[in-house]
């Protein structure tokens, strides 16, 4: 089972941030929070991916509370090719621990 | 080249036919999966290879078989399907299965209807 709880849609305005939320409350100290996306009928796309802090990339930002309870990912300016379905996903770096996909959030960027 | 390719895009097959999907990477990735995706739901992980070893298999029916030939190849043999069976086929691939860089690549899918 998925251990992520997500909204499951959200609406954005073309030009504005888009803060998409995570809860993971069961996280264990060893298991990084990564972040995929899926456009339609696209394989899903890696965007981030963070342990405890704060990360940044070409493509968005992920904060992770201080508890590692929660995460949001933030896409700066969203456009109309960021509507998509987002993965949250908890994984240990070991060896035996898969990617378990929960249902996502469904993000609709409006002009 | 950070691609992974899948062939073939669609695939029509009776619940009689043998048929393979194929999936290509050249990122020297030494892990690669197979997922099943159903209409609206999420990927599910299917087969890990590791080294070109087969290292999980998710309980999936012997009517697929993988095969990993070489360290960039990554087959799906499926031989008497049954319509359930219909869904998007993601091939994925990372440096490596367990440890840091093992963020996956997925391919753009093959589109399975069985009838």
């Known amino acids: 089972d998925a251990k992520t709880t997500q909204p499951p849609s959200m609406d954005c305005a073309e030009g504005r941030a888009a803060n998409l939320p995570c809860n993971h409350s069961t996280i264990s100290g060893n298991e990084y929070v990564y972040w995929y996306r899926q456009i339609h009928s696209q394989g899903p796309q890696y965007i981030i991916h963070g342990l405890k802090n704060n990360e940044t990339n070409e493509m968005a930002s992920l904060i992770i509370t201080e508890d590692r309870k929660s995460s949001t990912l933030i896409l700066p300016h969203a456009t109309l090719r960021d509507t998509a379905v987002y993965y949250c996903i908890v994984r240990v770096e070991s060896y035996g621990q898969n990617f378990v996909f929960g249902p996502g959030t469904r993000l609709s960027v409006l002009p | 080249d950070t691609e992974v390719t899948q062939t073939p895009k669609h695939l029509v097959m009776g619940m009689t036919n043998k048929k393979s999907l194929k999936c290509e990477q050249h990122?020297?990735?030494?892990?690669m999966y197979w997922y099943k995706q159903k209409a609206k739901k999420p990927p599910e992980l299917m087969f890990v290879?590791?080294?070109?070893?087969?290292?999980i298999n998710e309980s999936v029916p012997s009517r697929f078989s993988p095969e990993c030939p070489n360290s960039s190849l990554l087959n799906l043999h499926l031989h008497a399907l049954q319509p359930e069976d219909s869904a998007l086929y993601l091939c994925?691939?990372?440096?490596?299965?367990?440890?840091?860089?093992?963020?996956?690549?997925f391919g753009p899918g093959t589109r399975l209807t069985v009838l």
């Open positions: 290879y590791s080294y070109e070893k087969l290292s």
């Open positions: 990122m020297g990735h030494r892990a």
């Open positions: 994925a691939s990372s440096q490596r299965y367990s440890g840091a860089y093992n963020e996956q690549f």
